[in-house]
């Protein structure tokens, strides 16, 4: 055994005496010394193609999770613990990545200082890359994705004290509606909707109406769609929402037309924004990390790199040359917006100034104004969309990722994860609907072990009812557009008490906050800009909503859930 292997406390110390990284060639075993544990089978990172990370935000938060509680394990205070890697060059990156990040998040170290460490061993960390085959066009580091959790805990995008674990990993699935939060309160990514919900070469598709349970609760009040017309906009427009297109081909960069309209929408918008193209990773990360090197100020490399540890897979090939190009003109364009609104707040309005700045940046190409529609935008680019998208032989590159998505028949290997680890937060937003789902699911277990009889009396209306829903029955379709929140199951159990739930889970949940250690990180006033003003002005509604009672919500949910008989 190599003097290496036999001694991993010659890895990297992040703790003195306490908390040490090492990458080795084969696993070792705890001893009364040190505590040695290693993820590489537990938190596996779900490929597209030949791109292999970072981690997502959920297995990102379980690491930390688990390192915390070992950390405060009173059975392990006297003992060394290792954190080891002993996979691929693939693991060790990931492994590494999280190491950083967690030395970013709890530790207060400088991506700079973290990265310094993770190299001090003179080991060498493959870079990330897209979803897609091929030599790589664009090489995603290590400390990139060390500099963009270091932003998102600046700007409030990372927090793991109100995180629901649970909601982001049942949302983020296909069946569930495919999306996840960017910008929490500001930008949600998604795949796009279809004229009706259904079940299409394997893939679930939903109508715009399975979305507006969720995109209610959220303050979510425009759409912008960037993909062909799958479904009639007036399906959003009809119920309040304000619906935006602005298409350019799949897996193709937008024109400075589009870049500008993308941005002016989005700096005029009252609550979150949702924005979708096919598969909601290429064309809608693009324009997202365009929004978000202008007013936040990030590198292209800390967008991209934030964009992917929130919705693993976006911006793909050429798009991410394209916001490397933009990121000097960006810059410039938000120094310029923040600079006029420092001069303009003064003696205006705050409404007025953020008016004033619409018709500043607001400019085409040509150098005309152009005035966005307050219900409904389109921009083609002077093209017939339908055709330039369909131009290539085959399905399109939103076509095949949402489908290896779809497909995918393990997720990621959390499961070996303590009870503990797994919990639920009590200052999630869908807290209280996630306990009656628990409840509900807890009915159902202790259901299994009613009478054998009365179970294959229900297999076979089941097996009835699925024949009869399969010849294009609504009912199929109306369950399929209920289906995101698995609201439905609440249908039958509108009659049972809340009082049902567990007290041992609730008695769980209440110690959740004690295995946290407090995130804080040291920032420079000068080095970041602050948040944009405006954007806390428009989301002052969103701010009122989310004090609104939840019991309420789950309520009105379930009213707007409910299948309609004539």
């Not at 970072?54 to 205070?77: D, E, G, H, I, V």
């Amino acid at each position: 055994m190599s003097k290496e292997n036999s001694d991993p406390l010659r890895g990297i110390e992040f703790i003195k005496d306490q908390l040490y990284f090492a990458v080795l060639k084969q696993k070792i075993r705890s001893t009364h010394e040190r505590h040695c544990f290693c993820i590489d089978e537990e938190l596996s990172y779900e490929n597209f193609y030949a791109d292999f990370g970072p981690l997502n935000l959920a297995m990102f938060y379980r690491f930390c999770c688990k390192l915390n509680k070992k950390l405060k394990t009173f059975s392990l205070a006297k003992k060394k613990i290792v954190f080891f890697t002993c996979g691929d060059k693939k693991k060790q990156a990931n492994a590494a990545y999280l190491i950083g990040s967690y030395a970013v998040m709890h530790l207060q170290k400088t991506p700079e200082e973290a990265y310094s460490l993770l190299m001090s061993r003179n080991t060498h960390y493959i870079p990330f890359r897209d979803a897609s085959f091929g030599t790589s066009m664009y090489h995603l580091n290590i400390l990139d994705c060390l500099r963009a959790v270091h932003k998102a805990l600046h700007f409030g995008w990372l927090d793991f004290s109100n995180f629901d674990v649970g909601e982001y990993e049942h949302y983020e699935r296909a069946e569930n509606g495919d999306f996840n939060w960017i910008i929490p309160g500001k930008f949600l990514a998604f795949s796009g909707p279809h004229p009706k919900s259904k079940i299409e070469n394997g893939y679930p598709l939903h109508a715009p109406e399975a979305y507006f349970p969720y995109f209610r609760k959220h303050n979510v009040t425009t759409i912008i769609r960037l993909n062909k017309k799958m479904y009639d906009a007036k399906r959003f427009t009809d119920v309040g929402f304000d619906h935006h297109d602005l298409f350019f081909v799949d897996g193709s960069t937008p024109n400075d037309a589009i870049v500008t309209k993308f941005l002016n929408i989005c700096e005029n918008v009252d609550g979150a924004i949702a924005v979708h193209c096919k598969a909601g990773l290429g064309r809608t990360g693009t324009l997202i990390a365009c929004y978000m090197m202008k007013h936040f100020r990030l590198t292209a490399a800390e967008a991209i790199g934030w964009i992917r540890i929130c919705r693993p897979g976006s911006v793909i090939g050429p798009q991410q040359n394209f916001i490397e190009d933009k990121q000097s003109s960006l810059w410039a364009e938000g120094d310029l917006h923040r600079q006029k609104l420092n001069e303009l707040e003064n003696g205006c309005s705050k409404t007025a100034v953020t008016g004033i700045l619409s018709g500043v940046d607001d400019i085409s190409i040509n150098g005309t104004n152009k005035n966005i529609s307050p219900r409904k935008t389109n921009m083609y680019d002077d093209v017939d969309e339908e055709e330039e998208e369909q131009q290539h032989s085959g399905l399109t590159q939103g076509d095949k990722l949402r489908a290896l998505k779809s497909k995918r028949q393990s997720r990621a290997s959390t499961g070996s994860l303590s009870l503990e680890e797994n919990k639920i937060h009590t200052r999630s937003t869908s807290n209280s609907l996630r306990i009656i789902l628990q409840s509900s699911a807890q009915r159902c277990k202790s259901a299994k072990s009613q009478n054998p009889s009365d179970n294959v009396d229900v297999r076979k209306r089941t097996r009835t009812s699925l024949g009869s829903n399969r010849a294009n029955s609504p009912l199929l379709h109306s369950r399929l557009a209920r289906s995101l929140g698995s609201l439905h199951v609440m249908t039958s159990e509108k009659n049972r008490e809340f009082s049902e739930v567990s007290p041992d889970l609730l008695a769980a949940d209440s110690l959740s906050n004690q295995t946290h250690l407090k995130c804080t990180s040291p920032f420079s006033s000068e080095q970041l800009p602050f948040p944009p003003q405006h954007s806390s002005l428009l989301n002052l509604k969103s701010s009122v909503q989310e004090k609104e009672n939840s019991t309420l919500f789950a309520i009105n949910a379930l009213y707007e859930t409910m299948p309609c008989h004539p």
